[in-house]
């Protein structure tokens, strides 16, 4: 039977979605078939041989939809291989991208049944003039880690479409 594969995410204002859009357009490519669904629409995953889930980091969590998808599919997803993306880092800093991955691995230690066959960070997509209320107000504290930090797009295409590579070699 042909590997069909579910890439599910969760996105506030879309980059993660754009990533998630890049990694199914590279699984196909590979000659899997390959569903893109947001993770809060996902109602089953009993046509699923592997499933992709990604979602950005906000406050140094998971965005809930993450959370909520993780309860959910619980005993499904014990017996299918998952790999995990996470968005994230705002600048090419070393320090950064090390306390992101630890936020990363803080989250999925709350899910131990969970054994992703790959964890993966790539940059996020940050516009100081493009955000929802509270986000916004959040970056206007003097106290936050965004006050003051300028638009970034940190995605890096190249190293998503390798890695999607490298799943579809292990699905
Ligand atoms: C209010 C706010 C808080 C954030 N907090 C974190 C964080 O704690 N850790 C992190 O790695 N990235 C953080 N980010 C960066 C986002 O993860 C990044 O912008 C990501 O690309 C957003 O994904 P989305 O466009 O799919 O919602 C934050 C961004 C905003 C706007």
Redesign the pocket.
Known sequence: MKTRVLVAC????????EVAESIAEKLSENGLAVDLEPMKKVKSLEEYSAVVLGS??????W?KDAHVFLSRHHEALTKLPVAVF?????SDEEEEWKE?RA?LDKELAKFPWLRPVDIEVFG???DPHN?HFT?NL??KLPASP?HNVPASDVRDWKAIRAWASSLATQF
């Open positions: 969760a996105s506030k204002y879309g980059s993660t979605q950005p980091l906000y406050l140094m969590h965005h996470a968005l994230g880092p705002l992101v936020q996020g997509k940050f955000l986000d959040l970056v965004l």
